[in-house]
């Protein structure tokens, strides 16, 4: 085996076409569903690699194509060997089960993705319409409150915050 470092970027696809193994290199370039992206390291985390094409692992996740043998679907802190023989690149795929987080990033719940009533996600931290509200936060702005009566739409990674009904007795 060479262990010499390849100065250019090293095309995984094009390598894997020919049947050719992957020389070391200080870059390789990757396809993750229809991109190339540049990874410079031989052995990123799956979650590095969906961030690279502006997916997170609480809503996609990253399957690895070979032309040899099955797909195989990477989990997000699993390190993927860029040099394996027969990696042709990466699918992302909608999950069904996502993360959602209730209090913070720190509190995830798994929850089906599509349409779901706030009753649903106030459940999921044992409380009800009754008594609280539930706010979302979206794209960086402070939290409202979600109306109790329409559906929320859920594809994975949101970020919602409860807080007391006010006006209600104790």
């Given at each position: 085996?060479?262990?010499?470092?390849?100065?250019?970027?090293?095309d995984?696809?094009?390598?894997?076409?020919r049947?050719e193994e992957?020389?070391?290199a200080?870059?390789y370039r990757?396809?993750?569903?229809?991109?190339r992206?540049?990874?410079d390291?031989?052995e990123?985390?799956g979650?590095?690699?969906?961030?690279?094409?502006g997916k997170r692992?609480?809503?996609?996740?990253l399957?690895?194509?070979?032309?040899?043998?099955?797909?195989?679907?990477i989990?997000?802190g699993?390190?993927v060997d860029?040099?394996q023989?027969?990696?042709?690149?990466f699918?992302?795929a909608h999950?069904?089960i996502?993360?959602?987080f209730i209090g913070g990033?720190e509190?995830p719940?798994?929850i089906e993705r599509?349409?779901h009533?706030?009753a649903?996600?106030?459940?999921?931290?044992?409380?009800?319409?009754?008594?609280y509200?539930?706010?979302?936060?979206?794209?960086?702005?402070?939290?409202?409150?979600?109306?109790p009566?329409m559906?929320v739409?859920i594809?994975?990674c949101?970020?919602?915050?409860?807080?007391?009904q006010?006006g209600?007795?104790?």
């Amino acid at each position: 085996m060479n262990d010499q470092v390849a100065e250019v970027e090293i095309d995984v696809f094009e390598l894997a076409e020919r049947g050719e193994e992957v020389p070391h290199a200080t870059k390789y370039r990757v396809r993750i569903d229809c991109e190339r992206v540049t990874v410079d390291t031989p052995e990123p985390k799956g979650a590095a690699l969906l961030a690279k094409v502006g997916k997170r692992p609480c809503a996609f996740e990253l399957i690895a194509e070979f032309t040899h043998c099955e797909d195989r679907v990477i989990e997000p802190g699993e390190t993927v060997d860029l040099r394996q023989r027969g990696l042709k690149g990466f699918l992302t795929a909608h999950k069904e089960i996502v993360t959602i987080f209730i209090g913070g990033p720190e509190n995830p719940y798994r929850i089906e993705r599509g349409d779901h009533t706030v009753a649903q996600i106030l459940a999921k931290v044992d409380k009800t319409t009754d008594g609280y509200v539930l706010l979302e936060e979206k794209d960086g702005h402070p939290p409202l409150p979600v109306p109790p009566d329409m559906p929320v739409k859920i594809c994975g990674c949101e970020m919602f915050y409860t807080q007391p009904q006010s006006g209600g007795s104790s």
